[in-house]
């Protein structure tokens, strides 16, 4: 542990595991206020030039788009031979996937609730030339005040000027075609994801599916996408045409995250309340 990062915050109990490293609680040692660290064991990843590059990048690519009310806030940064520390907000109210988890099926008011912060969340960060490339429910946090916070930037790259990455990253299931085809891709890679999201709270399974993970990204390639009937009986025609624009195989048609905000099912939809998170 970096004395550091000792001397600024209290460190409590793990609250979470990853690949390379753990997050914990801590308190500020001044304020007291709570906030969660992120510590990674860097010599689990010395020999994975891939994971070493996202590891380098994380709390860069963090700092570049923080600010924005519905992205994780990246508050401190400790590093020394053994360990990075990245203190971050703190969460507690849990992920979506654990709201998906408890209620399968959102209706479309709920389902919309959490897509306008998402989508909020996903533009930010590409106006700021950041692409996430690992949307899914488990990085979708909610804090205390219920507020909707994008998290887990350890994928992320910068993309700049337009120019196109590579690399197979993502989890099964939300990742998009031309990223498990081997091919250079965009941001709008997120965009895919961010549906295949939409797709899961309004059905209650995926798209796409797979016993295997091989299976399920044979499944994404074909891009076969449907809407059983049983399952969106009572789902409108404007969510499914929103569905289509964004689980689109061919990215030159495929919405990006702006286009999705100014879709109709997102800016009304019917809704005359205001847009808040569901509980």
Request: charged share 25%; hydrophobic share 40%.
């Amino acid at each position: 542990m970096s004395g550091e990062l000792e001397r600024d915050y209290r460190v409590g109990e793990e609250i979470g595991r990853g690949r390379y490293g753990v997050v914990s609680k801590c308190h500020s040692a001044v304020t007291g206020q709570c906030f969660a660290v992120k510590t990674i064991e860097k010599s689990l990843v010395q020999n994975d030039a891939v994971d070493r590059l996202c590891l380098d990048n994380e709390a860069k690519l963090m700092q570049l788009v923080s600010g924005h009310p519905n992205v994780l806030g990246i508050v401190d940064v400790y590093e020394d031979d053994e360990f990075l520390h990245v203190v971050l907000e703190y969460c507690g109210s849990g992920d979506l996937l654990e709201r998906i988890t408890a209620r399968p099926v959102f209706g479309e008011s709920e389902a919309r609730r959490v897509m306008v912060p998402l989508m909020e969340a996903i533009a930010h960060c590409h106006h700021r030339g950041v692409a996430h490339r690992d949307i899914k429910s488990d990085n979708i946090l909610f804090n205390n005040y219920n507020e909707l916070k994008l998290a887990d930037f350890g994928s992320a790259e910068y993309f700049g000027n337009g120019q196109l990455m590579s690399g197979i990253v993502g989890t099964p299931y939300y990742v998009a075609p031309e990223v498990v085809s081997g091919r250079d891709y965009n941001e709008k890679v997120d965009v895919w994801s961010a549906g295949v999201v939409l797709y899961i709270m309004l059905a209650g399974i995926p798209p796409f599916y797979g016993e295997t993970a091989k299976e399920i990204f044979e499944a994404v390639v074909r891009a076969n996408l449907r809407f059983p009937r049983g399952v969106f009986s009572l789902v409108s025609s404007e969510a499914k045409d929103l569905l289509r624009r964004m689980i689109c195989k061919d990215v030159s048609r495929r919405f990006s995250a702006k286009q999705v905000l100014m879709h109709p099912w997102m800016i009304n939809g019917g809704d005359s309340e205001p847009v808040t998170i569901l509980a």
